[in-house]
């Protein structure tokens, strides 16, 4: 504690009394002494008196709150003005306590303990504020690190995507893909499967977010030749039938247990780009769209259960036909399932009207006005589901 007061008998007195209730005093004859020695020290509580030579009590006290110290400093001020207006005065300078002159020790000292309790209140809550920044940063520093990885993530599965459709000409192809969040559990690709046919697939796992993510990219893998877990044979021949080729995935991705742990929905097909013929197998995917050149649409049926869900599940071969300018589209539910603020969906019909409309683009045109559509529609508001979409096209002659 500080003792600032001008008369010396009372410094030692109020001294002799703070060192007897346990308390380490300092003392100052005058406020500039009393403020060199608080900028000096750690001290936490200030006595002074109010009529001073040079410096009066509430001066000592403006100055106090004018200075940027690492602590509260608590002011109690030596009066014998009983005035409502001197009160006032001293507390608008920053005074926290007064008492009166001459002083009841007894009174002191109860009003000291009220400012020991005050600062001790302070500290605990300094400290608390010291662990809630602890806590925040570390927060903060972990929260950055998820979102680099997410960013990271973002990047391996954008990767994964088609950057360009000259491996599968002379076939063109567009695609759409906006997830919901950083990372997608919507996927697809094509790729060359033989000296005649490409290979596609789109699939859908169920939820967005990290966990679809996961099991997205694992089943991209197997979903490429020789890069996944299901077991290949000589010259990859499991890839040419769509509906075998599901059911082993199937089984693959089912639980011993039986408990359906995670799903996905998947079109996977076969297309020899010189003739047109195809031929593909569902698992619950949304029913791929034929665009004719004339405008109209074939629906090809539909098929069997997603994969992951039940071992004994039923797949079964489509063939269907490109003609020359002719598209095959594949989309996940995210697409039809888009909301806008007024709760229409961006359904089937609105879809097929768009790329009815707008035929006359290029496929990766057409994607991309697919693409503003499906953000117009929405509107300000975040995707609930990933979209994706793929068209492969078999251009006029």
């Known amino acids: 504690m500080l003792v600032i007061d001008d008369a010396p008998d009372v410094r030692a007195y109020v001294r002799a009394l703070l060192r007897k209730w346990g308390f380490e005093a300092v003392l100052a004859s005058n406020g500039a002494e009393g403020l060199e020695r608080l900028r000096e020290g750690d001290i936490r509580l200030v006595i002074c008196d109010w009529m001073m030579d040079g410096m009066s009590g509430p001066e000592v006290c403006a100055a106090i709150r004018r200075t ?33 002159k001459p002083f009841d020790v007894q009174v002191l000292r109860a009003r000291l303990q009220v400012g020991v309790r005050i600062l001790g209140l302070e500290e ?29 993530a973002a990047r391996i599965q954008r990767e994964s995507l088609p950057v360009s459709d000259e491996n599968i000409a002379p076939l063109r192809a567009g695609w759409l893909f906006l997830p919901a969040a950083k ?37 991209s893998r197997s979903l490429v030749p020789h890069t996944g877990i299901v077991q290949h044979t000589k010259g990859g021949g499991e890839y040419l ?66 994969v992951g869900m039940f071992d004994t599940a039923d797949y079964t071969a489509q063939r269907f036909r490109l003609a020359p300018g002719e598209r095959i589209i594949t989309y996940s539910d995210g697409i039809t ?31 991309a006005l697919l693409r503003d559509a499906v953000l117009a529609w929405r509107g300000d508001a975040e995707l609930e589901d990933d979209v994706s979409l793929l068209i492969i096209e078999r251009p006029a002659a």
Do not use: W
Not at 185 to 211: C, K, M, R, T
Not at 275 to 303: C, I, M, V
Not at 337 to 366: V, Y
């Open 183 to 219: 990372i997608s559990g919507d996927s697809f690709q094509f790729f060359p499967i033989s000296a005649d046919e490409i290979g596609f697939y789109h699939l859908d796992v169920a939820g967005h977010g990290i966990p679809a993510a996961l099991l997205s990219t694992s089943l």
């Open 337 to 367: 399932d888009c909301f806008d603020a007024q709760g229409r969906a961006f359904d089937i019909e609105h879809l097929c009207e768009l790329l009815r409309e707008n035929r006359a683009l290029s496929s990766k045109a057409l994607a």
């Open 68 to 100: 940027d110290f690492a602590h509260y400093v608590y002011v109690m001020l030596l009066t014998g003005r009983t005035e409502d207006t001197d009160l006032v005065y001293g507390l608008d300078a920053g005074a926290d306590d007064f008492v009166g």
């Open 241 to 306: 039938n769509p509906a075998g080729f599901l059911h082993t995935l199937n089984e693959e991705l089912c639980s011993p247990d039986g408990e359906v742990s995670s799903y996905a929905t998947v079109v996977y097909g076969v297309l020899n780009p010189l003739t047109g013929e195809g031929r593909l197998a569902l698992a619950g995917h949304p029913q791929p769209l034929l665009l004719r050149t004339d405008g109209s649409f074939e629906f090809l049926p539909k098929g069997g259960l997603p």
């Open 124 to 152: 605990r809550l300094a400290e608390q504020n010291r662990r809630l920044k602890q806590s925040h940063d570390a927060l903060d520093g972990a929260y950055r690190q998820i979102q680099n990885d997410l960013a990271a």
